[in-house]
């Protein structure tokens, strides 16, 4: 890890003091609570603490500045592509978008714009955005950018009740914090996090695992030493998901695997990652509060959850079967080729979509329906729910 670290570009005088501050929070929190907490709630915070966390605070998250670059900032295309799945949605009777954390608001931008040009708009576009400062950037982004549809642009602190429409989640589940199991011969641990007063740093540090994440520990019969992550907060959120959904369908967009592959030897060490000024590594108590940290989706969980919920499993996809079912290749046909400078780009950004060595076959879709009575169009061909 030292040499990881070591490796990472320097955080600015002003950075660093924010990370030292995220650090006491949690240092607190840990005292608080005994002196150790799970993993889930130290990524909780360092991620989401209410002016403190990394996506809750005011530096730059996404896009070139920041520590990495998302789907919708690379092209409009891509929230082209989703903007057609919706347009289903909509002529079926479902009037309305809700998006889960639309980070800068590019997808949202591009999701209307598209929906307009069609004539096909929703009622409303609701978005759930907890971070104050996310939805700042979202609203200067979409006023800038579609300032006449600003009027259908509903944000949210919480999901609605009951909802009619299309759910719309990218990369938003593997954001959603994890509880970390370790196998070994001696039993099953969770592994929390724990605050050391000399070395003024965390640490990790098991206990025996209890409760719902033995009994899931034990049910996936790994083999020790095996470490992994446990998305019982994704697993929630789908289950609120089918709680609020009236009819319509839900649409998530991530990397992830599902279950045999997610849980294959290769990944004895799991699959957490972080983000820095777009470097990726693999220690995620270093720099709270300035790091990003993730961990890939086990689609099968997520599938289990929805069905458990009373959801209809729609389909399962890569991304790149999703998006050209959406119409991706004859959208970027919309822009000449004899207009270099405009398509060369979009070219580059979609065959970074699509290509399997890149985004295309990595990032999964998973969709959810209730009271449709047909397929979406995004999972037409190429459905490999069979694997979930």
Known sequence: MTSVRRSLPDPSPDALAHSRRVVAHI?????????????????????????????????????????????????????DAIARQAMQLIKSGCPDILEIGAGTGALAAGILAELEREQCLPEHYYILEISADLRERERDLLHARMPQQMERVIWLNQLPPMFNGLVIGNEVLDAMPVNLLQITERGIDEIGVTFDQVTDQFNFVGQSATGDLLAIGRALDLSGPYTTEIGLEAR????????????????????????????????????????????????????????????????????????????????????????????????????????????????????????????????KAIAFTKGLDQPLIGFASGDRSAAL
Request: net charge negative; with cysteine.
């Open 236 to 363: 929630g959120f789908i289950a609120s998901i089918g709680a609020m959904l009236t009819r319509g369908a839900a649409l998530f967009i991530d990397y992830g695997f599902p279950a045999r592959e997610f849980y294959h030897p290769e990944r004895m060490m799991g699959t957490l990652r972080c983000h820095y000024r777009h470097h990726a590594f693999d220690d995620p108590l270093f720099l709270p509060g300035l790091i990003d940290v993730t961990a890939h989706v086990d689609f099968s969980a997520i599938a289990t959850s929805g069905r458990a919920a009373g959801l209809e499993l729609a389909g399962y996809t890569s991304q790149a079967n999703f998006l050209i079912r959406c119409g991706i290749i004859d959208l970027l046909a919309r822009t000449s080729p004899d207009e270099p400078a405009r398509y060369l780009p979009m070219s580059n950004a979609v065959q970074r979509l699509l290509s399997p060595a890149e985004m295309g076959e990595l990032f």
């Open 27 to 79: 240092r607190d929190r840990i005292a608080t609570a005994g002196g150790w907490i799970s993993f889930a709630e130290y990524m909780a915070l360092a991620l989401y603490a209410p002016g403190l966390g990394y996506y809750s605070a005011g530096a730059r998250k996404l896009g070139e500045a920041g520590d990495f670059v998302t789907a919708p900032e690379l092209t409009p295309l891509f929230g």
